[in-house]
């Protein structure tokens, strides 16, 4: 009996090898389609919906899906899941100090040998937060912050030096030439960041680096005298719509609005490249869309006489998005590939009325359509020469920046405590541990 139940055990085994076989694979299958990579970033609304184009093309190509948290508040997020051992496999942020805090703690992977090297190549090194032979992050999208925007029948000639802007103030008699707001909480005072970093860049770009990297004192003489050439704005009279009360209330998003106003209230405002959006859908009073190059334009931040810089340079305050990895998986690895690709990095800016720009060298400035005005902030974006930063305050640890936002209100509000708001700055300068600056806030020989 024993030699005829051998081919029925067989027979047996053979099915239940077959069984097992078949739930395996079921099971790899089911790995396979369950393959996923988690995302948190500074947007939502609209934005949001515009990045998850970008991670919905990512899923086409690999089959990898992309669950994206969208919060406004992404790097105190970002800190309570990494205080809880649950950061996400990739985070975005704007600010480069606090994702360098993350490469020192080292919960932030190196990207060298995530990203192909002739990718790497498509962007200024320091765009790629270097740390050693490291690389750290992707610059998702890019704002230019040193841009001065008018409404096109108000200037027959955009002025190439500060004494031209002061000269046209000056002939300004019937309107403010100044539109400014500076309020935006939590972060109210930001927008006059924005200025001295811009006065302070084209004064001179290397106390500039200096500054931004911690290396240069507040009440040095070139940071002062940044703080005193804008206060020729705040403080002249009738130079900013409504005075400083106006200012220090006005929220930021109303701030070029005046411009549109009938009869207009401001000739121009200091704003990032962002505000081509919000002039276009909402700066005419009537509801009327807004023309790029029409009915408004920008011009670059004007130089001055003593700057030093050469002839063909022209520095950029630049705000970036910064992709970094915190989980070291085939996924995120993936991901990481994708975003610093020249196909991810057109999806966004080609969008019809987009105000995102790439600081991708491989994006060709066809994806800004037929917008000569987007087309020449990519331009600048993209300048050769070694004053390309980025904006002082996002490289600023987080007590910097906030008693720097802060100091920019009570110097609006009371010009002649400068000096001691200044040693003030220091004394928050001194307090934060050496290691919380970045390695390289501007592109140099040495990036």
Same mark, same amino acid.
Request: net charge neutral; proline share 7%.
């Given at each position: $009996?024993?030699h005829k139940?051998? /081919?029925?055990?067989r027979?047996l085994l053979?099915? @239940?090898t077959a069984?097992v076989?078949?739930v395996?694979?079921?099971?790899?299958?089911s790995?396979?389609?369950?393959?996923?990579?988690t995302v948190?970033g500074?947007?939502s609304?609209?934005e949001?919906q515009a990045?998850r184009e970008v991670l919905?093309r990512f899923t086409? *190509?690999?089959?990898?899906?992309?669950a994206?948290?969208?919060?406004s508040?992404?790097?105190?997020?970002l800190r309570s899941?990494?205080?809880?051992a649950d950061?996400?496999?990739?985070?975005?942020?704007?600010?480069? #100090?606090?994702?360098?805090?993350?490469v020192r703690s080292g919960?932030?992977r190196?990207l060298?040998?995530?990203?192909d090297?002739r990718?790497?190549?498509a962007?200024?090194?320091?765009w790629? @937060?270097?740390q050693?032979?490291d690389?750290y992050?992707?610059p998702?999208?890019? %704002?230019?912050k040193?841009?001065i925007?008018?409404?096109?029948?108000?200037?027959d000639?955009? /002025?190439?030096?500060?004494a031209e802007?002061?000269?046209?103030?000056?002939?300004?008699?019937?309107? !403010?030439p100044?539109?400014?707001?500076?309020?935006?909480? /939590?972060?109210?005072?930001?927008?006059g960041t924005?200025w001295i970093? %811009?006065?302070?860049?084209?004064q #001179?770009?290397?106390?500039y680096?200096?500054?931004a990297?911690g290396?240069?004192?507040w009440?040095?003489?070139?940071?002062t005298r940044?703080?005193?050439t804008?206060g020729?704005?705040?403080?002249?009279e009738?130079?900013v719509?409504?005075?400083?009360? *106006? !200012?220090? @209330?006005?929220d930021?998003?109303?701030?070029?609005?005046?411009m549109f106003?009938r /009869?207009p209230g401001? $000739?121009?405002?200091?704003?990032?490249?962002?505000a081509?959006?919000s002039?276009r859908?909402?700066g005419d009073?009537?509801?009327?869309p807004?023309?790029?190059?029409?009915?408004?334009?920008?011009?670059?931040?004007?130089?001055f006489a003593?700057?030093?810089?050469?002839?063909?340079?022209?520095?950029?305050?630049v705000s970036?998005?910064?992709?970094?990895m915190?989980?070291?998986?085939?996924e995120?690895?993936?991901l $990481?590939a994708f975003l610093a690709?020249p196909e991810?990095q057109r999806i966004?800016p080609?969008?019809?009325h #987009?105000s995102?720009?790439s600081?991708?060298?491989?994006?060709?400035?066809?994806?800004?359509?037929?917008?000569?005005v987007?087309r020449?902030i990519?331009?600048l974006?993209?300048?050769?020469?070694?004053?390309m930063c980025?904006d002082a305050?996002d490289?600023?640890p987080?007590? $910097?920046?906030?008693?720097?936002?802060?100091?920019?209100?009570?110097?609006v509000?009371?010009p *002649?405590r400068l000096?001691k708001?200044?040693?003030?700055l220091d004394r928050?300068r001194?307090?934060?541990d050496?290691?919380?600056w970045?390695?390289a806030?501007c592109?140099?020989d040495?990036?």
């Amino acid at each position: $009996m024993a030699h005829k139940a051998f /081919p029925r055990s067989r027979r047996l085994l053979a099915l @239940l090898t077959a069984l097992v076989t078949a739930v395996s694979a079921a099971g790899a299958c089911s790995v396979a389609a369950d393959r996923s990579v988690t995302v948190l970033g500074p947007w939502s609304g609209e934005e949001g919906q515009a990045f998850r184009e970008v991670l919905d093309r990512f899923t086409a *190509r690999t089959g990898i899906t992309a669950a994206y948290q969208g919060t406004s508040a992404v790097n105190e997020v970002l800190r309570s899941k990494v205080r809880e051992a649950d950061p996400p496999d990739v985070a975005i942020s704007w600010s480069p #100090s606090e994702l360098s805090r993350y490469v020192r703690s080292g919960h932030l992977r190196p990207l060298t040998n995530v990203v192909d090297r002739r990718q790497q190549q498509a962007y200024r090194r320091h765009w790629l @937060l270097p740390q050693g032979d490291d690389i750290y992050a992707i610059p998702i999208k890019a %704002n230019l912050k040193n841009l001065i925007w008018y409404r096109v029948d108000d200037l027959d000639r955009r /002025p190439g030096t500060w004494a031209e802007l002061m000269e046209v103030g000056e002939r300004s008699r019937e309107r !403010a030439p100044w539109c400014l707001a500076l309020n935006d909480s /939590p972060a109210a005072g930001w927008p006059g960041t924005d200025w001295i970093e %811009n006065i302070l860049l084209h004064q #001179s770009p290397d106390h500039y680096r200096r500054w931004a990297t911690g290396d240069l004192k507040w009440a040095s003489p070139q940071v002062t005298r940044a703080w005193e050439t804008w206060g020729q704005i705040v403080t002249g009279e009738g130079l900013v719509q409504g005075g400083v009360n *106006r !200012a220090l @209330l006005a929220d930021f998003r109303d701030a070029g609005r005046s411009m549109f106003a009938r /009869p207009p209230g401001c $000739m121009m405002v200091h704003a990032p490249s962002f505000a081509v959006d919000s002039f276009r859908e909402g700066g005419d009073p009537g509801g009327r869309p807004l023309t790029p190059g029409r009915d408004f334009d920008f011009f670059p931040f004007p130089s001055f006489a003593d700057s030093g810089a050469g002839s063909g340079d022209r520095p950029a305050n630049v705000s970036a998005d910064l992709a970094a990895m915190f989980r070291d998986t085939p996924e995120a690895r993936r991901l $990481m590939a994708f975003l610093a690709s020249p196909e991810a990095q057109r999806i966004w800016p080609s969008r019809p009325h #987009s105000s995102a720009f790439s600081l991708n060298t491989q994006v060709p400035e066809t994806v800004y359509g037929r917008d000569e005005v987007r087309r020449r902030i990519a331009r600048l974006l993209h300048a050769s020469g070694d004053a390309m930063c980025f904006d002082a305050s996002d490289a600023f640890p987080p007590t $910097m920046r906030s008693a720097f936002n802060q100091a920019v209100l009570e110097y609006v509000n009371d010009p *002649r405590r400068l000096s001691k708001l200044l040693e003030e700055l220091d004394r928050v300068r001194a307090a934060v541990d050496p290691q919380e600056w970045v390695v390289a806030a501007c592109a140099d020989d040495r990036n």
